[in-house]
């Protein structure tokens, strides 16, 4: 079977970032000039996804907002001339069939996914996280797919992460083959100190089969009292394989503080408008603050 649909859980309430997230959904905080989420639909529909169910929660009105058609918007643009920007707004709202669920109750990722299993129905779907930009040569869910139609179970996407990070991800255990399938054993829902099984983190991408919506159904709550993915797909792998891929490209974590300031510093050094000034601006501070300059 094919991949034809993706969930988008957006219904968290972004507790890492607050006060900025008290009115505003993290998934809308801008990276420069785009929301955040924007880039995950945009992952999604270039790995050949057009339907598109996002699962949002209470105060997240902006996100359906800012991908339906704005008649104002594009009027007065249309009036002012600005062509250019005005065919950039009207392609927002053109990029996918997006669907809207709401979770009533933040009870979890696992919770949040189990939402979307009318929109699912019956067929295997693929899962990205809201908060979580992943940046290759090509899309990583787009390579996630076609090893999916190799091997036609569900597929995790993992990063390797420092000892000190362990304790903040999904951690899997795999068995030794080769890449860039591996075999899942075990998965650990944010382990104690010492406690990992491996260095392997699951890092906001997933494959998964129509299986892993009984298991949730039943799945009792786990770390923050919450339903958590983690648990089910541990239950996934008494009945159907669970793989592994280990992604190369560049991963980035909105969900926090430093990780979104880094994100948006990044992402700047990559334009061309801002590149310059930008390099001259964070030399000035350094040097402001009596630290070496930067090379």
Not at 8 to 27: Q, Y
Not at 71 to 93: A, D, F, P, R, V
Not at 193 to 219: C, H, N, V, W
Request: proline share 4%; glycine share 8%.
């Amino acid at each position: 079977m094919k991949i034809r649909k993706a969930v988008i859980p957006a219904a968290g309430l972004g507790t890492r970032l607050l006060p900025s997230t008290k009115a505003m959904p993290k998934e809308m905080l801008p990276i420069i000039d785009k929301p955040t989420i924007q880039y995950i639909i945009e992952e999604a529909v270039e790995s050949g996804i057009k339907d598109i169910i996002i699962v949002t929660g209470k105060g997240k009105k902006s996100i359906e907002d800012h991908f339906d058609t704005s008649m104002l918007l594009e009027e007065t643009l249309k009036n002012k001339g600005k062509i250019t920007i005005l065919k950039e707004m009207q392609s927002i709202s053109q990029l996918a069939n997006i669907h809207y669920i709401r979770q009533g109750v933040p009870n979890g990722l696992g919770h949040a996914i189990w939402c979307a299993r009318n929109f699912i129905g019956n067929e295997p779907f693929a899962v990205l996280l809201g908060d979580t930009l992943i940046k290759d040569k090509k899309p990583c869910l787009k390579e996630m797919i076609r090893l999916f139609e190799e091997c036609q179970s569900s597929i995790i996407g993992v990063k390797r992460v420092n000892e000190s990070e362990l304790s903040r991800y999904g951690i899997v255990d795999v068995m030794k083959g080769n890449e860039p399938l591996l075999k899942v054993r075990n998965l650990v829902e944010k382990p104690d100190k010492g406690e990992a099984p491996s260095d392997l983190a699951i890092f906001g991408r997933y494959i998964l089969t129509p299986k892993i919506f009984e298991l949730l159904e039943k799945q009792e709550r786990g770390v923050g009292n919450e339903i958590q993915l983690t648990d089910s797909l541990q239950t996934l792998l008494n009945y159907e394989n669970v793989y592994a891929q280990i992604f190369e490209g560049k991963s980035y974590d909105i969900g926090e503080k430093l990780g979104y300031l880094k994100t948006i510093i990044e992402f700047a050094m990559e334009r061309e408008d801002l590149k310059k000034d930008l390099v001259q601006f964070l030399k000035d501070i350094v040097i402001k603050k009596g630290t070496a300059p930067l090379e």
